[in-house]
């Protein structure tokens, strides 16, 4: 027998592993529990562990039932005390107020990764406040002779004129903020406090070292991590980036690509948020308007089919839903909203519109609930276009 010589071939490429694909259901899933409202909530880790989970709350100055970065820990946790939640934020520098979404609490490991916005504001040649040196220098002089500050005890915030007629020493601190120089430690009285970052930042944080790329693929993978599956504008728009920001990390993210069914576009996911199945209850709370499950108004109505829009700064007459309009989270979807206010020790429902009749049932336990979690002892509807299921909610309430 003779042998005949083979031909030799080159290997060939592995191919590509196929693109993991999921149902619109199971995105939905992926998303609520990444947000921490979906499954047993970790009350060990309690309110830092939300802030942790997160990597950003937001605040704003609108305060009804209770400001927004109280009704952040509620929704995933349940009737944690307000002062519990305050403690848990502003103790031990646990963490700190930046610029992310909007003006966030931020955890404290995550200040060496904002130092690309950082580096950003230091290069800016153009502010919209003209500002002297020496009021700037004489600001942070004060901070670090006399200690933390606010604004007001730095000569005052305003020079007497609109919101944003801010006096010197206001412009000062608030630009010291954005460069790094000095940061927000805690909100007293709603008013920010202003400290050294070199004295209120722990050592092993406190540098500008990371080069823009390792920071934008941390907060890259963060925001995925936050919200389980997203698009590249999700993760854009979770710590404001650009999207070219996002292209330029995404593949060293960490993040792996997905399809979802009926979004149409790209997505990507949060390897973690993929190795287990979202299961366990789901929680029914009201929502803060600027709860991060629905920062995004596009991504809300891809996920839940749900428009939500703050009116807060709409005029009054062209108000849809009302003021404060907070949407209900029962059985992992929205089903409804309602604009609360509180007159002495009643929860008033000023404005309710819900998503078919089950919806009452899970409307009633949010309103008891958020009800008991601010002293109030009844609940009173004011306005339900819905006649049948007005009657059914108080009915409800009245058991």
């Not at 998303?31 to 802030?51: E, F, I, K, N, Y």
Request: glycine letters at 8%; aromatic letters at 8%.
């Amino acid at each position: 027998m003779t042998n005949t010589p083979s031909t030799a071939t080159a290997p060939s490429a592995p191919a590509p592993a196929a693109t993991l694909a999921l149902s619109a259901d199971e995105a939905r899933r992926l998303a609520l529990r990444a947000q921490g409202l979906l499954g047993a909530p970790d009350r060990r880790a309690g309110v830092r562990g939300v802030l942790r989970h997160l990597g950003a709350v937001q605040l704003d100055t609108i305060s009804v039932l209770a400001r927004s970065h109280e009704l952040v820990p509620y929704a995933r946790l349940g009737a944690v005390g307000r002062p519990t939640v305050e403690a848990a934020y502003w103790t031990d520098t646990h963490s700190f107020e930046y610029w992310s979404h909007a003006a966030c609490i931020l955890p404290v490991e995550e200040w060496p990764h904002f130092a690309f916005r950082r580096r950003a504001y230091r290069a800016r040649t153009k502010w919209y406040h003209d500002l002297p040196k020496e009021a700037y220098d004489s600001v942070i002089d004060q901070i670090r002779t006399q200690g933390p500050l606010t604004a007001t005890e730095l000569g005052g915030a305003k020079n007497g004129g609109p919101w944003w007629d801010w006096s010197e020493a206001k412009v000062a601190v608030e630009r010291a903020l954005m460069l790094g120089e000095v940061v927000c430690t805690e909100r007293r009285s709603w008013k920010r406090v202003y400290d050294l970052a070199e004295r209120a930042i722990p050592d092993a944080l406190y540098h500008d070292d990371l080069d823009d790329a390792e920071c934008l693929r941390r907060l890259v993978a963060q925001a995925g991590a936050a919200m389980g599956v997203a698009t590249r504008s999700d993760l854009a728009d979770y710590h404001r980036l650009k999207g070219e920001q996002v292209d330029a990390v995404i593949e060293d993210s960490g993040l792996v690509p997905v399809e979802v069914e009926d979004w149409g576009k790209p997505a990507w996911a949060d390897p973690a948020a993929l190795a287990s199945p979202p299961q366990g209850r789901h929680r029914t709370t009201l929502l803060s308007p600027f709860d991060s499950l629905i920062w995004e108004r596009p991504r809300t109505e891809r996920i839940f089919g749900f428009s939500h829009r703050l009116e807060a700064y709409v005029p009054k007459q062209k108000r849809v839903h009302g003021y404060f309009a907070m949407p209900l989270l029962a059985g992992g979807r929205l089903v409804g909203r309602v604009d609360p206010a509180r007159e002495g020790r009643t929860l008033v429902a000023r404005q309710v519109s819900l998503r078919g009749r089950k919806a009452v049932s899970a409307m009633a336990q949010a309103l008891r609930e958020a009800a008991e979690w601010v002293g109030c002892d009844s609940v009173r509807i004011e306005r339900c276009d819905d006649r049948e299921a007005a009657a059914a909610l108080i009915a409800e309430l009245g058991d």
